[in-house]
Structures are given as structure tokens and as C-alpha cells.
């Protein structure tokens, strides 16, 4: 009994943070529209700059708070680390892929690129943890693959993204080299070293954990404002119409949909317990809006639409949280 009333407190913690993290998001994106200069102008303050040292620090604080311990010790579960890693960079892209190149050439088509580039992106990392532990999953395996499918993506979403776009249009991939480099240098590094940090700051870093949490946020919110503030400034969201929203919308709620549906049906094949049956449908279906913001910025670099190509990823968070903070919370009283 006392169990289910915890489970129950978490669960409506987490939907407080939702309820805070939504707005917050449509709140910068209203600021970057009436207000863009900031982020178009490096005076009197780079906001680019402190963006950057901002995400190094992220990665640097969850490098800290990972647990080798812990992530050796559920290793060997390979049936369900490979229905997660294959879920994530293999079952989203084929299910995204014929709506990308449908509209291949639409005025809308940044739109779509933006559902190929959420489809290819890594899984997310807390949340996927948080609805795991509330729904009484596996919570070692859970963050295990989130941390694997960091490290995995800064290779393969930049390399899923080449295949989808040609070489000059909209976006320069012939300096493949150079962007995974950058994304080596702001997400592998600072894990790398913060995993070196481990055995001196873990418990520093685990006692100001609401701190880390809502810095986690603010560096996102700051990267979504800069994002859509140079989108307004030059224009890119003048094509997009309130039908174009509404399909997205849909789209993106079936999409989530359709893979937790797919990945249930696949752990039933391979006989999962309720356990790794809960973890895989949490970590295999969510994907990571910090990653994305991240990588938006570095393999989109230079181009005008970032806000707009970010637009299905945040559509898609938000429903991700408020759906599966639901699933999740349900799953908790069974």
C-alpha cells in the first residue's frame, strides 16, 4: 500500500513537471518571435556562446551521474538492448521515411525533413529512466541503452540524415568529418570526462539533482529560443499553415502510437517478462529533445529553418511525456 501511494506521488510530481516544461517551451518559442534580436546579434550578450558552455555542462553533469557499477551489471540482456537500439535508429526511420520523401520538394518539406531528423534521433535519457522506474521496469537496462544510444547517435543520426539529404541541398554533408567531430567534441567529451569525474563528484552531483534537472531545462529552452528566434527573423514559418500544425500533430501521435504497438508486439514474440517488456516500450519509443536540439544546430549549421525542422521533435516530446506519463502511471497500479 505504501508502495502505490509513493508510485502515485511520483507520478504526480512528474506530470507537475510537465505541466511546467510544455508552456515553458511555447513561451520561449512566443519570446523568439516578437524578440528574435538576441539571438541574432552576438550584443551585449552571445547567447550562442553561453548555449555552448551550457550543453557542455549538461553532458558533463550526466557523465558524473552515470553508474558504471550499474550498467555493467544488466550488460548481458543483449535480446532487449538490441530490440531498443533497433527500435531507435532502425524501426522510426523506416516508418518516417516514405513521408519524407512524399514530400520531398513541398514548401512544407523542411517540416518533414524535421519528422526524419526526430525519427533518427537517440533515445531520451531521464524521462525514459523516470516513467521506467514509476511503471516498475527495468530501471539498470533502461539507462543503460539511453547512455548507448547517446554514444550511438552522435555517429548514425548525422550519418541517417546524409542519406536523406544530397550533398548541397539545404544542408552540407560533404564535411561529414567535421560534424561528427563537433558532436564529439559537445556531447562525447563532456560524458567521457564527467565519467572520469565519477568516483569524485557523484555525490555532489546526486544531492543537487533538482538543481542539474532544471539547468537541463533552461540550456534547452535557451538552444528552442535561439532556434526559432533566427527561423521568425527570416521568415521560414510563413509557409507553414494551421493545417500543416494539425497534420503534424497527427502524424506524430500516430507515429508514437504505432511504434509502442510494434515494440509490444515484438517483446511478446520474444518473450519478454513485464519488466523489460515495460523498459523496452518506454526506451525504445522516446526520443531525446536535448540531443536533438544539440545536433540540430550542428548538422543544420548555417541554415536559416532550424525552428522549423525542430518543430516535429517538440510536438513529439510533448506528447511523449503527457501520454506515457499517463501509460506509465497506469502500469504503476498493476
Known amino acids: 500500500m505504501i508502495c502505490v501511494n509513493v508510485q502515485q506521488k511520483i507520478v504526480q510530481i512528474n506530470l507537475k513537471k510537465i505541466n511546467f516544461f510544455i508552456p515553458a517551451l511555447l513561451a520561449v518559442i512566443i519570446i523568439g518571435k516578437f524578440f528574435p534580436q538576441a539571438a541574432i546579434s552576438d550584443k551585449p550578450i552571445n547567447i550562442k556562446l553561453i548555449g555552448d558552455i551550457g550543453i557542455a555542462l549538461v553532458f558533463l553533469f550526466y557523465g558524473i551521474s552515470l553508474n558504471l557499477s550499474r550498467l555493467k551489471a544488466d550488460i548481458s540482456n543483449l535480446k532487449l538492448h538490441l530490440t531498443i537500439q533497433l527500435s531507435t535508429f532502425v524501426l522510426f526511420p523506416l516508418i518516417v521515411i516514405p513521408f519524407v520523401l512524399w514530400f520531398r520538394g513541398h514548401e512544407t518539406w523542411l517540416l518533414w525533413l524535421g519528422g526524419f531528423f526526430l525519427a533518427s534521433l537517440p533515445s531520451?535519457?531521464?524521462?525514459?529512466?523516470?516513467?521506467?522506474?514509476?511503471?516498475?521496469?527495468?530501471?539498470?537496462?533502461?539507462?543503460?541503452?539511453?547512455?548507448?544510444?547517446?554514444?550511438?547517435?552522435?555517429?548514425?543520426?548525422?550519418?541517417?540524415?546524409?542519406?536523406?539529404?544530397?550533398?548541397?541541398?539545404?544542408?552540407?554533408?560533404?564535411?561529414?568529418?567535421?560534424?561528427?567531430?563537433?558532436?564529439?567534441?559537445?556531447?562525447?567529451?563532456?560524458?567521457?570526462?564527467?565519467?572520469?569525474?565519477?568516483?569524485?563528484?557523484?555525490?555532489?552531483?546526486?544531492?543537487?539533482?533538482?538543481?542539474?534537472?532544471?539547468?537541463?531545462?533552461?540550456?534547452?529552452?535557451?538552444?528552442?529560443?535561439?532556434?526559432?528566434?533566427?527561423?521568425?527573423?527570416?521568415?521560414?514559418?510563413?509557409?507553414v499553415k494551421i493545417a500543416d500544425l494539425v497534420l503534424l500533430v497527427l502524424f506524430c501521435l500516430i507515429l508514437l502510437f504505432v511504434i509502442y504497438q510494434i515494440i509490444t508486439f515484438i517483446c511478446k514474440m520474444l518473450k519478454f517478462n513485464r519488466k523489460d517488456t515495460i523498459t523496452a516500450q518506454f526506451s525504445g519509443s522516446q526520443k531525446s529533445l536535448i540531443h536533438g536540439t544539440v545536433m540540430a544546430n550542428v548538422i543544420f549549421s548555417g541554415m536559416a529553418g532550424v525552428g522549423v525542422i525542430l518543430l516535429p521533435l517538440m510536438i513529439y516530446h510533448a506528447l511523449q511525456l503527457i501520454i506515457f506519463g499517463i501509460v506509465a502511471g497506469k502500469k504503476a497500479k498493476h
Open 124 to 239: 531520451t535519457v531521464s524521462s525514459a529512466a523516470v516513467l521506467t522506474s514509476i511503471a516498475k521496469g527495468n530501471v539498470p537496462a533502461a539507462i543503460f541503452n539511453a547512455s548507448i544510444s547517446s554514444m550511438v547517435g552522435i555517429f548514425l543520426t548525422p550519418l541517417l540524415m546524409g542519406l536523406i539529404i544530397h550533398s548541397g541541398q539545404n544542408a552540407d554533408f560533404s564535411e561529414f568529418g567535421t560534424i561528427i567531430l563537433k558532436l564529439i567534441l559537445q556531447v562525447f567529451l563532456p560524458i567521457a570526462v564527467g565519467l572520469f569525474l565519477n568516483r569524485f563528484l557523484d555525490k555532489w552531483v546526486e544531492k543537487r539533482s533538482n538543481f542539474i534537472k532544471i539547468f537541463d531545462r533552461s540550456v534547452i529552452l535557451l538552444i528552442i529560443y535561439t532556434s526559432f528566434a533566427k527561423s521568425f527573423y527570416n521568415n521560414q514559418f510563413l509557409l
